[in-house]
């Protein structure tokens, strides 16, 4: 857990994926076209990645990728992140943890 | 003395019916008072069982009951005889090109008795190997050719040979009345499924005709018939579609009598409600059946259109609205604005994830096996492959998950930034243009066609 906690805080947009995850690959691009550049972390290419693996589903993310951090806060799975920009609320998020600008 | 093979004595001897050899014809043959004209089914299967047995070559007289006739060397020996004078039954013989006899010769004590011809003659048929170092030679066997084949050396032989195709015969009987009685069975047990499901079918009919839906016959849901799911999800479907008739009509009627808010407010409620329940539906049959939301064979055909992800595309139908629900304020406009950007570039990123996932999926069914050299190397490789295949398929469940969620979403969303009143005409709307693609799709599957 302190790894995960370790590495969102890192950079102001955080995700945790795994390779082989196609959903991942969807909320990657939804943060590229957003114009951020968040932080990957591959937990099947990281030694600990079984452990955080498990901290991540602690937090009640379900599957546990992608998981994303916006300025070191859990914000959730693909579903969560969806609902967030549907709503408008996601560019506000990354706009006031200075991933992007507008 | 024989003009061919001294080493075979032979002996003239009446009375074959001693012997065990089916049904010969006795005929002239010369001074051999009968021929050994076998039937071709005994030849044949004479051939394949090795009921000749060569005796040596150093010209035992093989005694055989009644007839005494030698076998040659251990070498096959063709032999065609064709003796003209002989009044042999002509037979067909179709053996097989490579089909290997040991065949016996029946020589005449008595050449010269021999009808008019000489066993030795240089008839261009006649082709008795003397030879006691003949090498094996296929049977060649000309369709015209009658054969004369003698019984083995031995009585015992004989009778090897009779059960040996008799044995055959009975195992091959056996062999197929087992296969009979398995068809029989898998025969019976499908008609017993097919009971099950006739029954289960009629009880659904049943209580749909109940709640009174219009079942039209077989025909129309003959494309959903793929497995308990798609079918139960389009019984699900249609009844879904008439309740939500039902709504918007007295939607419709409410704001045509220009009903109060609050009780639009309560109709428009109620519609939303109906909306859930249908992404609630879709869910549990993306469980079942993720496959078949995905083909849109729930939906008509111009609707499927318009297909993505298993339904509609929230940023298109926001498109249209947009005209429809003026006049908007300010801020709604923004809002509906960009909820519609919202939603395209959300359906952007998930059209991508799909796009990667058929890239994964390709590359993985398409990997080498050109790498591994071992047999079991590329069962394993092509097991490995499938299962990963297999974990890739299990995600497009989440997509179709995500990308209803989408649309719901979309649907409050909207719902939220409009008053009561627009949220009314904004459903009477959606509902309008779905109702005509419908229509559109039944008017072209009822086109005339020349």
Redesign the interface.
């Known amino acids: 857990m302190d790894r995960v906690r370790d590495l969102a805080s890192t950079r102001a947009a955080v995700i945790f994926t795994k390779s082989?995850?196609?959903?991942c690959?969807?909320?990657k691009?939804?943060f590229y076209?957003?114009g951020a550049s968040p932080a990957i972390h591959e937990l099947d290419r990281d030694a600990n990645g079984r452990e955080m693996e498990g901290a991540l589903r602690g937090l009640g993310c379900n599957?546990s990728v992608p998981a994303v951090f916006i300025g070191g806060k859990y914000v959730g799975s693909?579903?969560d992140v969806?609902?967030l920009?549907?709503?408008?609320s996601l560019k506000q998020m990354l706009i006031d943890a200075k991933a992007i600008w507008f | 003395m024989p003009s061919f093979d001294p080493h075979l004595p032979i002996s003239n001897a009446p009375g074959i019916e001693g012997s065990r050899i089916h049904a010969y014809r006795v005929s002239d043959f010369g001074p051999f008072e009968q021929s050994v004209a076998f039937r071709l089914e005994d030849a044949i299967d004479l051939s394949t069982s090795t009921v000749f047995n060569s005796a040596k070559a150093s010209g035992q007289a093989v005694s055989f009951d009644p007839l005494h006739i030698a076998t040659f060397d251990k070498s096959t020996t063709s032999f065609n005889i064709n003796p003209p004078a002989a009044q042999v039954e002509s037979q067909r013989l179709p053996l097989e090109k490579n089909q290997q006899l040991n065949l016996v010769s029946i020589s005449s004590g008595n050449t010269e008795n021999w009808g008019e011809s000489n066993m030795a003659d240089a008839s261009p048929r006649t082709d008795i190997s003397t030879d006691a170092d003949t090498d094996d030679k296929n049977l060649g066997f000309d369709r015209g050719l009658s054969i004369v084949v003698a019984a083995s050396d031995s009585s015992d032989r004989s009778k090897d040979k009779l059960d040996q195709k008799t044995l055959r015969r009975l195992a091959q009987n056996r062999e197929a009345a087992r296969k009979s009685r398995l068809r029989k069975k898998a025969y019976v047990q499908q008609l017993e499924s097919s009971r099950l499901k006739l029954t289960q079918l009629e009880q659904e009919l049943q209580r749909a005709r109940q709640q009174g839906i219009f079942i039209s016959s077989s025909g129309d849901q003959a494309h959903s018939m793929s497995g308990n799911g798609a079918m139960a999800f389009d019984v699900e479907y249609a009844r879904w579609l008439e309740e939500q008739n039902r709504q918007i009509n007295e939607l419709r009627s409410a704001v045509n009598s220009h009903a109060s808010d609050a009780e639009l407010h309560i109709i428009i409620d109620g519609i939303m409600a109906h909306y859930d329940e249908i992404f609630r539906l879709k869910s549990n049959a993306a469980k079942a059946d993720v496959f078949h939301l995905l083909s849109g064979m729930w939906k008509t055909p111009a609707e499927r259109c318009f297909l993505w992800l298993g339904g509609f595309r929230s940023s298109e139908l926001l498109k249209l609205l947009v005209n429809q629900l003026e006049p908007l304020t300010e801020q709604q406009l923004v809002g509906i604005g960009n909820l519609q950007q919202s939603s395209q570039q959300a359906e952007d990123a998930l059209s991508q994830g799909m796009e990667a996932l058929q890239q994964s999926l390709a590359e993985t069914l398409s990997s080498g096996s050109l790498g591994s050299s071992s047999s079991s190397g590329n069962v394993a490789n092509y097991m490995g492959q499938m299962a990963m295949a297999m974990g890739k398929l299990g995600t497009l469940e989440g997509f179709i998950r995500q990308a209803d969620n989408l649309r719901q979403q979309t649907l409050q969303q909207m719902h939220r930034i409009l008053t009561t009143r627009q949220s009314g005409r904004a459903l009477l709307a959606i509902h309008d243009y779905f109702s005509r693609l419908r229509a559109l799709s039944s008017l072209w599957l009822a086109r005339p066609r020349e």
């Open positions: 082989s995850c196609c959903m690959h969807s909320i691009t939804l076209e957003l599957p693909a579903k969806l609902s920009h549907l709503e408008g």
